[in-house]
């Protein structure tokens, strides 16, 4: 069923030994990948990495792919189980690091009756940098989903799609200076490091399923 190109979803390879092999190797049957519900199939990164299987011909290179469709689909098929990696209080202010395994990250910044996340190293690297302003300087960080400004000069505002944050410029401070805390400490520096080196690996092998045979 799964070998059957007309059945076989968008995206996915065509041989039929390839689907058999990579199918081996996930421990699935291959007819997980006709399954248009499936995990596997509704997961955009699974399905790049999968695309023009037959173009890799290096082993290593095959195995790192196999690895990086493995993890994704794993990743994929459950919520991340988050465990707290550090915290650092403050007057009633929270800034508060979670990791999931060596490749996500979770970035929780409260105080008082509000909270901000931030998901995933290039939103939790963001969120960093919006909040790593020193004493006196004039708040202005503008990024694709995040801004951070100051709109007077005792109150700063925090602003995405989905919240908007008004804080006095005092509170502002007392977080930078946590967050500055938070991420001097090497364990914090050492998961930072492996959830990019994660993040990068992806992207490369999505960049090398994509390149011209």
């Not at 090497?186 to 011209?212: D, F, H, N």
């Amino acid at each position: 069923m799964a070998s059957d190109v007309s059945s076989r979803p968008i995206g996915l390879p065509a041989g039929g030994a390839a689907l058999h092999r990579i199918a081996a190797e996930l421990g699935v049957p291959p007819a997980a990948f006709a399954d248009q519900e499936g995990p596997l199939k509704a997961h955009r990164e699974t399905a790049s990495l999968l695309r023009d299987w037959s173009t890799i011909t290096n082993p290593a290179d095959r195995q790192q792919v196999l690895d990086l469709v493995e993890a994704l689909a794993a990743s994929r098929s459950a919520p991340p189980v988050w465990t707290p990696l550090k915290a650092v209080y403050d007057a009633g202010t929270i800034v508060h690091l979670d990791v999931a395994g060596t490749a996500d990250l979770r970035l929780l910044i409260g105080s008082g009756d509000w909270v901000v996340t931030a998901i995933g190293v290039d939103d939790v690297g963001a969120l960093i940098e919006a909040f790593s302003l020193a004493a006196g300087e004039t708040v202005s960080c503008v990024g694709p989903h995040l801004t951070v400004v100051q709109i007077d000069g005792g109150e700063v505002l925090y602003r995405t799609a989905y919240r908007v944050v008004r804080m006095p410029r005092v509170a502002y401070d007392r977080i930078a200076g946590m967050v500055a805390t938070l991420i001097a400490d090497p364990a914090v520096q050492a998961a930072i490091e492996a959830a990019s080196m994660g993040k990068a690996a992806t992207s490369r092998a999505a960049a090398w399923m994509c390149a011209p045979g």
